[in-house]
């Protein structure tokens, strides 16, 4: 909205004022105080909160079942939100029966392990029986036993030898196959306990509770809307607040076509839907940096502009009410203003229509400040001018 005190006045020249066509549609244009202003819709939001946060250590997503409704007075221990328990639950069962599985399986590998083992020692100790009965024929006298004993029993002795090293090496290897495969089996298994865990701990956080007294407030998405029943919420995310008493401000959402000439510490006036009859002064303290959509599936976008009020008025100032704000980007003594719609552009050049004896005369003009209707005229209009808002026919 355009506050206009302007420094022109419109001339609706009809008839008996001036019989020329071009008049009717033209401006006279006087030097006056002008101040340029951009209008925003928004709400009062907290400056300063006491966060409610999920907690960070279970990485999980929970589904709210029920919030407190929004802006209801809350007493610190007070539920403020309770989260859907039966996928959890679901979850946890299953992996419940995974464990189980798992520690089963882990089990019978040691069975299986031990067996193989029990075979490896039994054919290690026939080894060293039949070595010591081969080791008694080779170190008998000759004149005892014949020369082909002694060499049966020499033969015998190497081949026990290498079998002895054949199921030392093999007792070996299972030994090292068998404790890397009963690690596996037993990290598999900790995943599931370590999940077990979690989905217990989860579930001891089926509610929330206000920190602090004072009015809930619902967070908001990544996208910008509130929080509501059958949305997920992750570990760590604020899913509400309690604002600190008094400590409101002006959050005022600009249309990007219009947010021109926005700078922090510009006056506002803000006008609360709740008591139109009041107008309440405020400073800028911040301009975001883009325009952005206030929903993913609204094409508008805006500039957000905040506010801090210059007077707390406890009995109609809450969170959440809505206001009209129209902010000040700028104050011109004696100046020269015309609507947008007057001013024209050639090849980045300015002019105007002057209608001068009845006809339109193009005149080049130096353009200051805007504003989402008005525009300065620096140079190339003097008083009384009549400006055309149309080009000629």
């Not at 946890?92 to 189980?100: D, E, K, L, P």
């Not at 170190?139 to 199921?167: K, M, T």
């Not at 969170?319 to 015309?338: I, N, P, R, S, Y």
């Not at 009845?358 to 005229?377: A, H, M």
């Amino acid at each position: 909205m355009i506050r206009l005190p302007l420094l022109l006045t419109l001339c609706v020249l009809l008839g008996g004022c001036v019989d020329d066509a071009p008049s009717r549609t033209a401006i006279s244009v006087t030097p006056e105080r002008q101040v340029f202003e951009v209008k925003g819709r928004g709400e009062l939001v907290p400056s300063e909160s006491v966060s409610i946060l999920m907690p960070s250590e279970v990485e999980m997503v929970f589904n709210i079942l029920w919030l407190a409704p929004e802006y209801s007075e809350v007493k610190t221990g007070d539920v403020v939100a309770r989260f859907d328990a039966s996928e959890i639950t679901n979850q946890r069962g299953s992996n419940q029966v995974q464990m189980a599985v798992q520690g089963v399986a882990v089990e019978r590998r040691s069975l299986t392990i031990g067996s193989g083992r029990l075979k490896i020692d039994h054919e290690l100790e026939r080894v060293d029986g039949e070595t010591d009965i081969a080791e008694t024929y080779v170190e008998v006298d000759p004149r005892v036993f014949s020369q082909n004993q002694i060499i049966d029993a020499v033969s015998d002795l190497e081949y026990l030898s290498v079998q002895d090293s054949f199921y030392r090496w093999q007792a070996d290897t299972h030994d090292r196959r068998s404790t890397a495969e009963t690690m596996q089996l037993k990290a598999q298994w900790q995943v599931f306990a370590t999940r077990m865990s979690q989905y217990d701990e989860a579930l001891e956080l089926m509610e929330v509770t206000s920190p602090a007294d004072g009015a809930f407030v619902y967070a908001t998405t990544p996208w910008g809307a509130k929080i509501s029943r059958g949305l997920p919420v992750f570990a760590g995310r604020s899913i509400g607040l309690i604002p600190v008493k008094g400590k409101i401000r002006a959050r005022i959402f600009i249309p990007e076509v219009e947010a021109i000439g926005l700078e922090v510490g510009q006056s506002a006036r803000i006008q609360l839907d709740s008591n139109l009859v009041r107008e309440y002064e405020g400073s800028v303290v911040s301009v975001s940096a883009v325009a952005s959509a206030p929903k993913s599936d609204d094409p508008r976008r805006f500039f957000i502009v905040e506010a801090d009020l210059e007077e707390f008025d406890g009995e109609v100032m809450r969170v959440g009410a809505k206001l009209t704000a129209f902010v000040q980007t700028a104050a011109l003594d004696q100046a020269f203003a015309v609507p947008q719609q007057s001013v024209f552009f050639e090849q980045e050049q300015a002019f105007v229509y002057v209608i001068e004896g009845g006809d339109q005369v193009k005149r080049k003009i130096d353009i200051g400040l805007r504003s989402p209707t008005l525009i300065e005229v620096a140079n190339g209009l003097r008083p009384g001018d009549l400006v055309s808002i149309m080009p000629p026919a």
